[in-house]
């Protein structure tokens, strides 16, 4: 089973309106990152996340991790078609090296 | 800004043969990683490098070997191509050896390999 949920699997938005993705642990992680990866490519790092109740944004993108570090959403803001994709969530579970395991993705596609 | 680029984006080999993918950074960084990517069970390490000549298995390593015997270049093995190692593979590079931007990684574009 994944270590990692996400919510939802695949997501179909009309440019300019909101949306949220969600990233779920079953156990407290160490760190929190966000990846987007476009269709057939490489990922792109967005941003990580490491303290309960931190959040951080990058232009329309905001990402949020909860105060017991086992949930993580990212927001976004007016939605464009240049945020069609695959996000990714990955967690650091604590210990060096391979404990780092990624979502399954949620496939992002904005209609114009 | 950090470039890290794949030797091929498209790649057939047969049953049994001996496959190399390339890797190489640009930005000094210390940790190269390699991963594939297949539908449903998404993206899973192989193995990763934190220094030139180490080398560390990640959760599916079987099949594959690495080699780092330069920092800026990362190269992943297969000594015999089978059908089922017909995937995605990513390489990736991160800065620092601890701590969390060693998950702070940057991804090449991607080698869709084909075993037939």
């Known amino acids: 089973s994944q270590e990692l949920e996400q919510s939802p699997q695949s997501l179909i938005v009309q440019e300019g309106k909101n949306l949220t993705i969600n990233c779920t642990s079953s156990k407290t992680l160490y760190g929190l990152y966000w990846y987007k990866q476009k269709y057939g490519e490489g990922l792109i790092f967005l941003m990580m996340?490491?303290?309960?109740?931190e959040e951080k944004s990058h232009e329309k993108i905001t990402a949020k991790l909860d105060e017991k570090k086992q949930q993580s959403s990212l927001h976004i803001t007016a939605s464009q078609p240049s945020h069609a994709g695959i996000y990714l969530c990955g967690a650091d579970k604590g210990n060096y090296g391979q404990n780092f395991v990624f979502g399954p993705g949620t496939r992002l596609s904005v209609l114009p | 800004d950090v470039k890290v680029t794949q030797s091929s984006r498209y790649l057939v080999k047969r049953t049994g043969e001996k496959v190399f993918l390339e890797c190489v950074q640009d930005m000094d960084h210390e940790n190269m990683f390699w991963y594939r990517q297949d539908p449903g069970l998404g993206l899973r390490l192989i193995y990763f490098?934190?220094?030139?000549?180490?080398?560390e298995k990640g959760d599916i390593p079987e099949g594959y070997s690495v080699s780092r015997e330069k920092k800026e270049r990362f190269s992943l093995i297969l000594e015999s191509a089978s059908t089922n190692q017909t995937s995605m593979y990513l390489c990736?590079?991160?800065?620092?050896?601890?701590?969390?931007?060693?998950?702070?990684?940057?991804f090449g574009p991607g080698t869709r390999l084909t075993v037939t």
């Open positions: 490098s934190y220094d030139v000549k180490m080398k």
């Open positions: 996340l490491q303290k309960g109740g």
């Open positions: 990736a590079s991160s800065l620092n050896l601890q701590g969390p931007s060693f998950y702070e990684q940057y």
